[in-house]
């Protein structure tokens, strides 16, 4: 995604050849016989997210069609968070390992089977030939649409609006006490910090060295956020009845001092990534670009 900007003479062109190479991975994912369930599912829920975020750009010119294929590419995703969810409390798992975890190895292994157990029966129920198909026809009438909008008349003024909205969502949601905000709020401000990210590849090639840096930190903020949420999930497999809750008393306080610290470094890597204002950001990123222009005529 990040090359194209600089291959097109067009900035809109740029946008249809990011859509191209989201769409392929996505089939990728579907097709490769060297893909395990769990991997196909993580890249095309990937892919997906990708493609989410491109379309996110696109409403202003494209309307009604980019959120109508933005909302059931979101229902996709819902119906393969199973899988994923399951996934989470495994690595959330491997996360609490890296402590001191009062338990022994049997108890450990017995977690970790009785994890693996509910993502391969999630993986049945979701990620189904049914399924499949549906991602299939859905990237297939994605390519289609690609063809057809008028991608070449966006210009970057277009995509900069774009890019200031989701900067100013994800900014808006930053918590003003990162120790009481709750596993939903966080995982919103994932969501847009994801979104974000993806929408920033789009417009790297505009300053490579800091580009690169700004995909860095959003990437590690990323993974504390996404570290939160699964541990999150984890802890909700502890709650009664749930199959986790013979283990209850000794993982809740191992689980909520690991998302203290998770917490601690995300809340600071955030202020570095969400610094300026709105306004100011939708500034530097036009500067840079008439910048790069005015270099190359």
Request: hydrophobic letters at 45%; a positive charge; glycine letters at 6%.
């Amino acid at each position: 995604m990040r090359e194209v900007a600089e291959k097109n003479d067009s900035f809109g062109d740029g946008l249809a050849a990011a859509g191209r190479s989201i769409i392929a991975d996505g089939r990728r994912a579907l097709t490769d016989p060297e893909l395990s369930d769990a991997e196909a599912v993580h890249d095309v829920r990937k892919a997906l997210k990708r493609w989410r975020a491109l379309l996110r750009l696109l409403a202003g010119p494209l309307g009604e069609q980019a959120d109508q294929m933005r909302a059931e590419a979101r229902e996709m995703m819902r119906a393969l968070a199973g899988a994923r969810d399951a996934q989470s409390a495994l690595d959330a798992l491997a996360d609490l390992r890296k402590g001191d975890v009062p338990f022994s190895p049997t108890s450990l292994e017995t977690i970790s089977q009785r994890l693996t157990a509910i993502k391969d029966a999630a993986e049945q129920t979701g990620f189904t030939k049914e399924m499949r198909d549906r991602l299939s026809r859905y990237l297939d009438y994605a390519a289609l649409s690609l063809e057809r909008w008028p991608l070449a008349a966006i210009d970057f003024d277009t995509v900069a609006d774009g890019l200031a909205v989701t900067y100013r969502r994800g900014r808006q949601l930053l918590p003003d006490d990162w120790a009481e905000a709750d596993a939903e709020h966080l995982h919103d401000l994932r969501r847009r910090v994801v979104e974000h990210g993806h929408q920033m590849d789009l417009v790297e090639p505009l300053w490579p060295r800091l580009g690169k840096l700004w995909a860095e930190e959003a990437q590690r903020l990323r993974n504390r956020l996404g570290a939160c949420q699964d541990l999150a999930v984890f802890a909700g497999l502890t709650a009664p009845h749930q199959p986790l809750a013979l283990w209850r008393s000794r993982l809740v306080p191992l689980i909520e001092a690991r998302r203290a610290a998770h917490l601690k470094t995300a809340a600071r890597l955030a202020g570095r990534l969400f610094a300026e204002k709105p306004k100011a950001f939708r500034r530097r990123i036009a500067a840079l670009w008439n910048a790069r222009r005015a270099k190359e005529s």
